[in-house]
């Protein structure tokens, strides 16, 4: 099972209220991102990161610059943690590019696959769509409350609890 953080945009409406919203939310999956190891200049194109693409263009000259004075071999090596470590965290980095053009997370969802994962959000959110008789009107259903995740750093953690201790 894989982690999904969906995230919408900026003029982004509650999902009840018009269930083809749910075309523009984003399913950003939490974990290691085997096209962004093999191709990280095409991942980060594809996905419009152009501040990080000109960060990987500058790391990634600095090591061929470095490779001309150390040698390829231990370059070589130093190109392909820099490649591991940015796919490790090329999802946080797509999340963070999203928060700055001002989107937000709605919410944190689990499936096997990304289709499964926005089946169970949207059931979740209550936006299931079904098709009225003929005759009928569609009924709407009533949104569920969505969990918000906190964002790092916005909590105040004491040793192991997530508040001040109080003490007896």
């Not at 945009?9 to 399913?27: T, V």
């Not at 392909?80 to 999340?95: D, G, M, P, Y």
């Amino acid at each position: 099972m894989s982690t999904y953080i969906v995230m919408a945009p900026p003029e982004y409406e509650n999902l009840a209220g018009d269930p083809r919203q749910s075309d523009r939310l984003a399913f950003v999956p939490d974990g290691f991102s085997f096209l962004a190891f093999l191709f990280p200049p095409v991942w980060l194109l594809v996905h419009r990161m152009w501040l990080i693409l000109l960060g990987y263009l500058a790391v990634t000259l600095l090591i061929e610059v470095l490779a001309q004075t150390v040698g390829a071999a231990a370059m070589g090596l130093a190109a392909l943690i820099v490649s591991i470590l940015f796919a490790l965290e090329a999802q946080a980095l797509r999340r963070w590019s999203l928060e700055r053009k001002g989107w937000r997370v709605v919410g944190l969802v689990e499936g096997d696959g990304k289709a499964e994962a926005e089946l169970r959000f949207l059931h979740k959110a209550g936006a299931a769509v079904t098709v009225p008789e003929q005759g009928q009107e569609r009924e709407r259903g009533r949104p569920a409350p969505m969990p918000i995740v906190p964002r790092v750093g916005s909590e105040q953690v004491v040793g192991l609890t997530l508040g001040p201790e109080t003490r007896q």
